[in-house]
């Protein structure tokens, strides 16, 4: 079955330094990959997606995110991390069985400690 | 340009009450879906539609109906509510562009309790 796996449930970092979080899918097919943010109160906004080509993905705020393929995985990074920052981050695959639907992993918090 | 609209925004229902969260979104997208959030959790699909007169069951549909009228307008019923129905509901829209393929475009939320 597909699914998306977020090891994380919450990871705290301090203001200026680096962060990745992690994200491992499962679905047999070409993925189609997202990471999507939610702050306090706020529906989920799309931060970058991967569809195909280059496997160093741009995205929003100075996110990033690397696809690969062999260790099913696509993780986010930023190399120094603001205080607004903090918010759930949510990685997700669109499948396509008898349409096209979107599967979330279980999100990652993040704190930005001073 | 509104995006999707979620109303309403917060609302406590006592054990068997049925109530509709309505949504509705002005982009034109054919396809939209109902999720739902808890802690933990992560987002669960509870219905779908990919057009007007086209509706289909995601994950989590049992407690659920939805109806899909018109392209705007996708709302979501809760009858005989349950505790267990106690989340945060989100409903989203995708278009059909190759630049917006697949991206979720989502409402801002319906915080719902069931006492």
């Known amino acids: 079955a597909q699914s998306v796996t977020q090891p994380d449930i919450h990871i705290t970092v301090s203001e200026g330094a680096s962060l990745e979080l992690r994200c491992n899918y499962s679905?047999?097919?070409?993925?189609?990959l997202f990471w999507y943010v939610q702050s306090p109160g706020q529906g989920l906004q799309l931060l970058l997606k991967?569809?195909?080509?280059?496997?160093l993905v741009q995205g929003i705020k100075g996110f990033e995110a690397e696809f690969k393929r062999s260790q099913s995985s696509f993780n986010l990074r930023k190399p120094s991390v603001h205080w607004s920052d903090a918010a759930e981050y949510f990685c997700a695959v669109v499948v396509n069985t008898g349409g096209f639907k979107t599967i979330f992993g279980a999100g990652t918090r993040l704190f930005v400690k001073a | 340009n509104a995006g999707v609209t979620q109303t309403p925004k917060f609302r406590i229902l006592k054990i068997g009450q049925s109530m509709t969260l309505q949504c509705t979104q002005d982009?034109?997208?054919?396809?939209m879906y109902w999720y739902r959030q808890d802690p933990g959790m992560g987002l669960k699909l509870i219905y779908y539609?990919?057009?007007?007169?086209?509706?289909d069951k995601g994950e989590v549909p049992n407690g659920y109906n939805v109806s899909r009228s018109t392209t705007e307008d996708f709302p979501l019923r809760l009858e005989l509510a349950a505790p267990s129905q106690t989340s945060v509901y989100f409903c989203a829209s995708r278009g059909q562009s190759r630049a917006g393929a697949n991206v979720l475009t989502f409402g801002a939320g319906s915080r719902l309790t069931v006492l």
């Open positions: 539609s990919v057009g007007a007169g086209i509706t």
């Open positions: 991967y569809f195909s080509g280059d496997t």
């Open positions: 982009m034109n997208h054919n396809y």
């Open positions: 679905y047999g097919a070409t993925p189609y």
